[in-house]
């Protein structure tokens, strides 16, 4: 169902690709749009080890279009690492492949918004993390992808022999 990649020396391992998806503070993730045409947004995440957690509003072209398919990737960059004297990027990159579903239960929506919360700030107090989500949570909406295929890729340069 999903390509194998064309390079596949270059095909980082599912641990490397979680060191990526946990580290990383944003990626694109792309959806389709309105008339067909893909749309790709860059977001917030994160990634408990099995599935991606994101907020948003609870209206827009994001929602519209999950409701329409709730099929997407998320992409998030790990490195890149211009290297001029070779006309070349040292990279590392995750791609994950799966479907979308908007939390309605309040728990799970609680539970995914405390996750996001202590990823971006961890250093901040629980009453302070919950007393900012209370604030916020009649207007929140969080999702949720099933993760249904993960690939990572990086330059042959980095490589480890």
Known sequence: MFREMRRK????????CDEILTQGTSGVLALSGD??????????YVYDGEKIYFHCAKSGHKLDAIK????????????????P????????????????????????KMDAIKKLAVKY???DTPE????AIEREWAPLCMLEMTIDHLTGKEAKELIKR
């Open 68 to 83: 329409r398919n709730p099929k997407a990737s998320f992409c998030v960059i790990g490195q890149d690492q211009i290297v």
């Open 128 to 131: 302070n993390r919950q007393d």
């Open 35 to 44: 008339d067909g045409y893909p749309y790709a947004v860059p977001i917030s």
């Open 85 to 108: 004297e070779e006309y070349t990027t040292y990279f590392r990159s995750v791609i994950a492949f799966g479907t979308i579903r908007i939390l309605e239960d309040d728990y799970e």
């Open 121 to 123: 700030a961890p250093e």
């Open 9 to 16: 020396k270059q095909q980082m391992t599912k641990e490397a």
